[in-house]
């Protein structure tokens, strides 16, 4: 691969849009709801998805819920997605206040939360 063909390919690879936003995992009996933002959705549920496999997501509550029920016992997924681009790129800030409407919502809907 020539060196001009690959700059091109990073260069449109970083062009292309990524989906922001907030995530949830909703434990299906109770309800019980744990929200997180990222920059990349895909990336990050996989990642989630994988640290709760492995014993070690952060969230000491929901980590305990996950061992004890298993992964059917809850849903994992976007909440809310923004897309973000070169021109129009989604800030920190945004996903922040996005995942604080959400929770809002949530806290005024009387949904239980691990992180809220």
Not at 16 to 31: E, L, N, S, Y
Request: proline share 4%; hydrophobic share 40%.
């Amino acid at each position: 691969m020539s060196q001009m063909n690959k700059k091109e390919l990073i260069r449109d690879w970083k062009a292309q849009p990524t989906q922001a936003g907030v995530f949830q995992i909703r434990r299906k009996d109770t309800g019980r709801t744990y929200l997180g933002t990222a920059h990349n959705l895909p990336g990050i549920l996989n990642s989630v998805r994988l640290q709760l496999e492995a014993g070690q997501l952060g969230c000491a509550d929901l980590q305990n819920d996950w061992n004890t029920l298993g992964a059917a016992a809850f849903d994992l997924g976007p909440l809310e997605s923004l897309t973000s681009t070169i021109e129009h790129p989604v800030t920190a800030q945004d996903l922040a206040d996005l995942r604080d409407l959400l929770k809002a919502s949530l806290v005024e809907q009387n949904v239980p939360g691990y992180n809220f």
